[in-house]
């Protein structure tokens, strides 16, 4: 089993930065590929975006590519999004998830329970 703990939302204003962080504990971290996912109220989960398991291969979704960045950190077991230039259409539930590098949820194994971001405009 894994247990993914996200972490880093808020409350921020339209143009603003976060970094989002998420802990992966129960086994190991190295060898899975991961991403972000957001879910707005009312709205279908949606992919933000993707890291291989080696790190150098990022996937982003078009309306974050360019603001949002994922790193991993594999000594930290820790995935990151950093997100600048904030929208209001930003706003949603953030979570990440391991075992795949698609924007497909459905084809992620493990799910963290999801970090609250709200811009405010």
């Known amino acids: 089993q894994v247990q993914l703990v996200e972490s880093g939302g808020g409350l921020v204003q339209a143009g603003g930065s976060l970094r989002l962080s998420c802990t992966a504990s129960?086994?190991?971290?190295?060898?899975?590929?991961m991403g972000w996912f957001r879910q707005a109220p009312g709205k279908e989960r949606e992919f933000v975006a993707a890291?291989?398991?080696?790190?150098?291969?990022?996937y982003y979704a078009d309306s974050v590519k360019g603001r949002f960045t994922i790193s991993r950190d594999n000594a930290k077991s820790t995935l990151y999004l950093q997100m600048n230039s904030l929208k209001p259409e930003d706003t949603a539930l953030y979570y990440c998830?391991?075992?795949?590098?698609?924007?497909?949820?459905?084809?992620?194994?493990?799910w963290g329970q999801g970090t609250q971001v709200t811009v405010s405009s």
């Open positions: 998830a391991l075992g795949s590098y698609t924007n497909n949820w459905q084809d992620y194994n493990y």
């Open positions: 129960g086994r190991t971290f190295i060898g899975y590929s």
């Open positions: 890291i291989r398991w080696s790190g150098d291969i990022r």
